[in-house]
């Protein structure tokens, strides 16, 4: 099994990325018999138009990834634009895309609806993705349940290929943690989303985290009153830290009543810091370590298009290209 997955280096990662991706990577990289991992720099293209900051930002990505546990040794670790056989395939692909089709992708309806330009790498942004996904063969693909209408895509558009050219491509299966995939914001009232302001950093400092989860909303309801913990954000997040017996503990207070947020807000607080204080370590090992990460970088980029180059060759014999 060969698993695949990448992650846009718009900005430092929060709760949200680390429980709806980020962790399964480190999950699948023992589970897989390979894992394909990459920065998609290439996509972020689509929001941030700061050269200088992407590239920086694409540092980063790297520098939190083996931070919170990926290892080169058992994933390959590369950023997207670094495999130019990428780009390529996106093409063959887009030559038998459906207009309708992207037109009716969540992403692009969403950010569209929230007055984002639409412009055509916002619009085609399935099919790189899909080509992304179909070059290394992929098997399965960790993501968060809001990028799942993604991987249809991908199969749809192999499924098509394949029926016209014969059989070249893998048709991928996400692979979601489905009690984890989505995190709730600070606000309340959404998923956790840059877009929305309402997230916490995974590599904030312990002050400013507390900070931000003691301003998290909040109902109004009397401090005796008992309350449901399946339909509380709050809740939510704390069982994302919480052992299982902790999360039983909680979950029994809620019902009890007799309690008031900060409660929760407190040892959500300290679940947090205990939870990322290695991957804290180990990051700030590792931004004095730039050049090892960009080689690190470098090597997974080789391999990456070695497996890219074959599937491409394979993809344009068979529409006749080559």
Request: proline content about 3%; hydrophobic content about 40%; charged content about 25%.
């Amino acid at each position: 099994m060969r698993a695949l997955s990448g992650i846009q280096p718009t900005g430092r990662f929060h709760w949200g990325n680390y429980f709806g991706a980020i962790r399964q990577y480190i999950e699948l990289q023992d589970k897989a018999d390979e894992s394909f991992y990459f920065i998609a720099n290439l996509h972020a293209l689509t929001t941030v138009r700061d050269a200088e900051q992407l590239r920086q930002n694409t540092l980063d990505a790297a520098i939190d990834l083996l931070a919170l546990g990926l290892n080169p040794k058992k994933a390959v670790l590369f950023v997207q634009s670094d495999v130019p056989e990428v780009s390529e395939l996106c093409w063959l692909l887009m030559t038998m895309t459906n207009m309708g089709l992207l037109e009716r992708c969540h992403a692009y309806k969403d950010k569209k609806a929230k007055g984002i330009t639409a412009d055509v790498g916002l619009f085609a942004y399935p099919v790189l993705m899909a080509a992304d996904i179909l070059i290394y063969d992929s098997d399965v693909v960790p993501v968060g349940e809001d990028q799942n209408q993604h991987i249809e895509v991908a199969r749809d558009l192999a499924g098509s290929f394949n029926h016209l050219f014969g059989e070249t491509f893998v048709l991928p299966k996400a692979y979601i943690l489905s009690d984890s995939a989505k995190v709730a914001g600070t606000d309340g009232g959404s998923k956790m989303s840059k877009s929305y302001g309402n997230t916490i950093d995974v590599f904030e400092s312990a002050k400013d985290v507390k900070k931000k989860i003691m301003r998290i909303t909040t109902d109004s309801r009397p401090v005796e009153e008992p309350k449901d913990p399946e339909t509380d954000h709050l809740f939510q997040l704390y069982s994302l830290f919480a052992s299982p017996e902790q999360k039983q503990a909680m979950a029994e207070t809620y019902r009890k009543g007799g309690f008031g947020y900060g409660l929760v807000k407190k040892e959500l607080a300290d679940l947090a810091e205990r939870h990322f204080a290695e991957p804290r370590e180990r990051r700030i090992k590792l931004e004095t370590q730039s050049d090892e990460v960009r080689d690190v970088l470098a090597a997974g980029a080789a391999k990456a298009r070695k497996k890219a180059a074959e599937v491409l060759l394979r993809a344009q014999t068979a529409c006749g290209v080559k």
